[in-house]
């Protein structure tokens, strides 16, 4: 397993090179690192975990101009040249399909103990300090106003509307980041998600304060 482990950190590195900030290496070691710690509580299966940790980002959807099977293609392409079980390669590729925000607002149809791990490592990545960080990186790059107070967080949206949104990073607290921890799957997730939440309530606080 760790050769395998070592062959796929290379691949991700090597593919992820000059990504945006917020979906570049550090983002995938990250998730990866929360993985296994959520992991060594669960028991779900290692070799899944690790292997869909690390390729869970390999080519996201939004900058891949929405085509949501450019990941599990490049994904199952470098898993075909790994001596590994079929079953595995499925299984890391449904939860690829699987982990994103925008396919929970749709009709999930695929669920696993492997699933609920990498989904709760990749969330607590895009809350607390990181993900404030990487909310507004990625909102930087989409060159989106930090804030207007004209235009309220939409609550409630289908997978199409939240796919195609341009709104203000703020509004993205509000939208997601803040539903993320009532969404964890998995007890570590929990509560881990508890604190990081709770930052992201105070700053904010500081924020509103700040630009009223």
Known sequence: MEAIIEQTILFVKRTLAGAEAGHDW????????????????????????????????????KFNNG??????????????TLNIKQDVVDHVLQIIRNISYKTNLGVV???????SVVQDADRLDAIGAIGIARAFTYGGFKNRVLYDP?????????????KN???????????????????????????IALERHDFMLSYLKQFLSEVS
């Open 67 to 80: 085509d949501e099977e450019v990941g599990p293609r490049i994904a199952g392409e470098f898993l075909k």
């Open 150 to 162: 004209e235009i309220a967080p939409q609550l409630e949206m289908t997978k199409e509307e939240y």
């Open 165 to 191: 949104s341009n709104a203000p990073t703020i509004n993205h607290f509000y939208e997601k980041l803040l539903l993320l921890k009532d969404l964890m799957k998995t007890d570590e997730g929990k509560r």
């Open 26 to 61: 550090f983002h995938i070691d990250r998730v990866y690192k929360n993985a296994v710690a959520i992991n060594a509580v669960e028991k779900a299966d290692e070799l899944v975990v690790a292997l869909a940790a690390l390729l869970h980002d390999i080519a996201d959807a």
């Open 109 to 115: 149809t695929f669920n696993s103990a492997e699933l």
